[in-house]
């Protein structure tokens, strides 16, 4: 039987393919008609960088416009794409319709299990805060057990999807014992809120805009359940493949705007404030627990990694085991840092 992620992710995929092969037609000739190596490989090549976040790196350096920049320089353009969250990343990827994107632990999982083919090019987040099983100021659920019979938000396939399950794991609750509702950020966070439902497990930026903005409770995080949410760096497999150049320059982009973020942080967290309306005390707080980076994968992150997919796979959310090594390549973020 198909898991329910493997049918989100294909129900996701298929009108985004439709969508993808309209918009890309254009952009693929282009790219299709460069057969020579290096910067003549490059030249005219549109760079689909897929973001979520208004906060960090990536989104300064899009604010910046240093990635168009860079790319300019070798005959480049760039395009964003906005997602929600970080499921819909890998039918995007497998319909070509983006090259670049950055996601949590659980949907690269996903992506992986359904045959998407896409590299991790870089670890940028530790992972071990920023993800959290939220319950309203004054709730009555005060523990994990509490939570049988209630109804919890999550955006299936996301990093909070792994962090409940994994929650529900070690209160002795089996899935169906908890009313699960797949709702994007968008739509959780004012039902959260307005207490349509009673928990809701996501990540930052909601998890501290929740917290220290309305006084929510955290039931659970990665380290009261001992466990790792790394964030990755992924490529295109294909894209890669046709232009590594790229694939480096984008990462030496990236750690520009990371170094940038840490010797600027005051402009930074203005920056991100407006962006997201959010005060610049939650903002502080978010960049403190993400411990964003821009380093290769580590054997250790690698089995934190098995482990989690093992557990996904156990509890029936992913239809095949996968080996997470598989879709590791270190190979652009060693040259990177060169």
């Not at 045959?115 to 004054?138: H, R, T």
């Not at 709702?183 to 966070?189: G, V």
């Not at 998890?207 to 466990?227: D, F, K, M, N």
């Amino acid at each position: 039987m198909k898991s329910w992620l493997h049918k989100q992710f294909f129900r996701v995929a298929a009108p985004m393919l439709a969508v993808a092969v309209l918009a890309g037609c254009g952009e693929n000739a282009a790219t299709n008609a460069a057969n020579g190596t290096g910067a003549a490989q490059d030249a005219g090549v549109t760079v689909n960088i897929g973001t979520q976040a208004l906060v960090g790196p990536m989104y300064l350096a899009e604010k910046k416009g240093w990635f168009e920049q860079a790319f300019a320089k070798v005959g480049a353009r760039v395009k964003w794409i906005r997602f929600t969250s970080g499921p819909p990343f890998f039918p995007a990827i497998a319909s070509n319709h983006i090259d670049f994107g950055q996601v949590g632990n659980a949907p690269v999982l996903v992506g992986q299990a359904a045959n998407v083919d896409f590299k991790e090019i870089d670890v940028d987040s530790s992972g071990k805060n920023g993800d959290a099983l939220l319950v309203p100021k004054g709730s009555p659920i005060h523990s994990l057990q509490d939570l049988k019979g209630k109804k919890v938000a999550v955006a299936k396939g996301s990093s909070g999807y792994n962090l409940l399950y994994r929650a529900l794991a070690k209160a002795g609750l089996n899935a169906n014992e908890v009313h699960i509702i797949q709702l994007q950020p968008n739509e959780a966070q004012p039902a959260f809120e307005s207490h349509a439902v009673d928990a809701w497990a996501t990540w930052d930026p909601y998890v501290t805009e929740e917290v220290v903005g309305h006084g929510a409770v955290a039931l659970a995080t990665e380290q009261s359940l001992h466990t790792l949410a790394p964030g990755f760096t992924i490529v295109r497999t294909q894209f890669a493949k046709q232009h590594p150049d790229l694939v480096v320059l984008f990462l030496k982009v990236y750690q520009q705007a990371l170094d940038y973020q840490n010797s600027h942080l005051d402009e930074a967290v203005q920056l991100y404030a407006q962006s997201t309306h959010l005060s610049p005390d939650v903002i502080r707080q978010m960049l403190k627990n993400a411990e964003e980076e821009n380093a290769p994968i580590t054997p250790d992150i690698i089995k934190q990694q098995q482990e989690t997919a093992d557990f996904l796979y156990q509890e029936g959310a992913l239809d095949a085991k996968v080996d997470v090594s598989k879709v590791v390549d270190n190979q652009y973020i060693q040259q990177a840092l060169q």
